[in-house]
Nanobody
Framework: VQLQASGGGLVQPGGSLKLSCAAS????????IGWFRQTPGNEREGIAC????????YYGNFRRSRFTISQNNSKNTTYLRIDGLRYEDTATYYC????????????????WGQGTQVTVSS
C-alpha cells in the first residue's frame, strides 16, 4: 500500500483544513490508517486512527478535540479535518498504515505517506 497525503497549506488562526490521505495498492485486508503530526525536534505524535476492527480512535489530547478523522465509502481515502486552527497546530502531518488494529505509536506503522505541511500564521 502506498499513501499520498495532501491538503496542507498556510492558514490563518481559527481557520479549517481537511487533509487527505489517498491509499493505493492491493491488500488482503483493510489496514488501519493513522494520522500523526511532527514538529522539528519532536517525535511523531499520534492524532487518530481508523480501522475496520477498532472503528475510530483518538489519542491523548486529541480526544473530543478540533480534529476529526473520517473515510470515504470505499475506504481508500482517509481524511483529517482540523477546525479552529491554532499556531501550535503548525506541523508536518503524516498518514500511515499498519495491520488490522490501530495503535498510537508511530513506530508500529508499516508505511508512511510523504507528509503535508500545515502552517498557521496571521
Amino acid at each position: 500500500v502506498q499513501l499520498q497525503a495532501s491538503g496542507g497549506g498556510l492558514v490563518q488562526p481559527g481557520g479549517s483544513l481537511k487533509l487527505s490521505c489517498a491509499a493505493s495498492g492491493a491488500t488482503a485486508y483493510d489496514p488501519a490508517i493513522g494520522w500523526f503530526r511532527q514538529t522539528p525536534g519532536n517525535e511523531r505524535e499520534g492524532i487518530a486512527c481508523m480501522s475496520r476492527e477498532d472503528g475510530t480512535i483518538y489519542y491523548g489530547n486529541f480526544r473530543r478535540s478540533r480534529f476529526t478523522i473520517s473515510q470515504n465509502n470505499s475506504k481508500n481515502t482517509t481524511y483529517l479535518r482540523i477546525d479552529g486552527l491554532r499556531y501550535e497546530d503548525t506541523a508536518t502531518y503524516y498518514c500511515a498504515y499498519r495491520g488490522l488494529y490501530c495503535n498510537g505509536y508511530a513506530i508500529t506503522y508499516e508505511a508512511w505517506g510523504q507528509g503535508t505541511q500545515v502552517t498557521v500564521s496571521s
